[in-house]
Each structure stands twice: as structure tokens, then as C-alpha cells.
């Protein structure tokens, strides 16, 4: 119930296509979904956030889309870049004794190819 | 301003050997998580700090991993007697829970190596 299940594991896209990352979860006490990207030899970095009161939220080329029924969301990258190289990370929290817990996919490995 | 910073960067040790690991969090973060990852896997949860409360320790694979926090500053986490499946890059993260919905900042990790 605690895993939140991330695919693909790698993604090679063309410069200017969209690239799409789908996670799905089991625990509805999750309440906030982070996308996190991750260059090599680098920290996790915040890439974009949700929470399951919208269906969708757009920052610049990111989109989240999410689907609370099918307990379901997914990053979509648009116009996507060699830049966005990097690993994808979906992670899923919940509010915990005051604080949040977060799990975390296995993460994508996305190449964008020039 | 200073985010969360990590030491070492590295860190080659032999087997057996005991490691300490610094996390230096930004100030002011009164949450503190560590986690594991494995070549090419995702974030494994070790253990996270709350203030002063107790830590959660649910996510220790063994008793040779321990972590200290003092107050809301730096933490060390230890592991002794290194094992090479302990080789992993080990990442902290801090967060303000008063924050957007506690958004956790990331250091640069330490890269353990075990012989």
C-alpha cells in the first residue's frame, strides 16, 4: 500500500516531442505529488508539485496530470529539450505526526535526443 | 541563500570499517530526512528527524545504521561495519513543514564506496 509504481524505467524522446512519465499509488491518505529530476551526480531537485483537489497543473513545459479515481498522475514534458536529460523521480506524501512521509518511485531515465 | 549541504562528496572505505556521514540542513528546516539510492534505483527511505520529537527509524536495514540529530542542526548518519551492498549514494534532505506542504531540499548526496 506504501509503493507508488513509476514507468517507464527509461524514456529516450526526439528534441521538440512530448515525453510522458505515469506513476500510480495505492494509499489514499496521500495527499501532495511532487515530480523531482535529478541530474547526474546531483541532488534531486523540486520539479513540479499536485495536489489531488485538481486534475492538472501546468508550470512553463511541465504539466502534471492527475487522476484521483484511478489513483494515477503523470508528468508530461512538452517541446522537450536535450536539457531535460535526466532522471525523473514521482514521489507520493502524507501527512504523518506532524510531519511528511514520502515515498518515492524507482525513477525514469529520460534522453532527449538533438 | 545556503542550501543543504553534504560531507563528504565521497567516501572509499574498506570493509568492516565504520563511516560517518554529515548532513548541514537550511536553517531553519525543522525536518530532516535521509535516504539511500542504489546505482540506477530510486529513494529509499532510511529515517527522518521532527524538531525535538522522536525520530522515525522505520526505514534502518540494519541495527549497523544509526543516525543523530542535535536540535534542528547538523546530522551524522553512521553505519558500522560496512558491507559492499552498503555502497550507495546517501542523499539528506530538510524541509520547513510550515512550508508548501513540507517541500523537501536536497543536498548533493555523499557517494559511500565500500571495498
Known amino acids: 500500500q506504501q509503493q507508488v509504481k513509476q514507468s517507464p524505467q527509461s524514456l529516450i524522446v526526439q528534441k521538440g516531442g512530448i515525453s510522458i512519465i505515469n506513476c500510480a499509488y495505492e494509499?489514499?491518505?496521500?495527499?501532495?505529488f511532487p515530480w523531482y529530476q535529478q541530474f547526474p551526480g546531483k541532488g534531486p531537485a523540486l520539479l513540479i508539485a499536485?495536489?489531488?483537489?485538481?486534475s492538472e497543473k501546468k508550470e512553463g513545459r511541465f504539466t502534471i496530470s492527475f487522476n484521483k479515481s484511478a489513483k494515477q498522475f503523470s508528468l508530461h514534458i512538452m517541446d522537450s529539450q536535450p536539457g531535460d536529460s535526466a532522471t525523473y523521480f514521482c514521489?507520493?506524501?502524507?501527512?504523518?505526526?506532524?510531519?511528511?512521509?514520502?515515498?518515492f518511485g524507482t525513477g525514469t531515465r529520460l534522453k532527449v535526443l538533438a | 541563500g545556503a542550501g543543504v549541504s553534504q560531507s563528504p562528496s565521497n567516501k572509499v572505505t574498506e570493509k568492516g570499517k565504520d563511516v560517518e556521514l554529515r548532513c548541514d540542513p537550511i536553517?531553519?528546516?525543522?525536518?530532516l530526512y535521509w535516504y539511500r539510492q542504489r546505482l540506477g534505483q530510486g529513494l529509499e527511505f532510511l529515517i527522518y528527524?521532527?524538531?525535538?520529537?522522536?525520530?522515525?527509524k522505520s526505514g534502518l536495514p540494519s541495527d549497523r545504521f544509526s543516525a543523530e540529530r542535535t536540535g534542528e542542526s547538523v546530522s551524522t548518519l553512521t553505519i558500522q561495519r560496512t558491507q559492499q551492498e552498503d555502497s550507495a549514494v546517501y542523499l539528506c534532505?530538510?524541509?520547513?513543514?510550515?512550508?508548501?506542504?513540507?517541500?523537501?531540499?536536497f543536498g548533493p548526496g555523499t557517494r559511500l564506496t565500500v571495498l
Open positions: 528527524f521532527q524538531g525535538n520529537s522522536a525520530p522515525d
Open positions: 514521489a507520493a506524501s502524507m501527512r504523518s505526526s506532524g510531519t511528511y512521509k514520502y515515498i
Open positions: 536553517s531553519g528546516h525543522t525536518a
Open positions: 499536485i495536489r489531488p483537489d485538481v
Open positions: 494509499n489514499t491518505a496521500f495527499d501532495y
Open positions: 534532505a530538510s524541509s520547513h513543514t510550515s512550508g508548501r506542504a513540507g517541500t523537501q531540499y
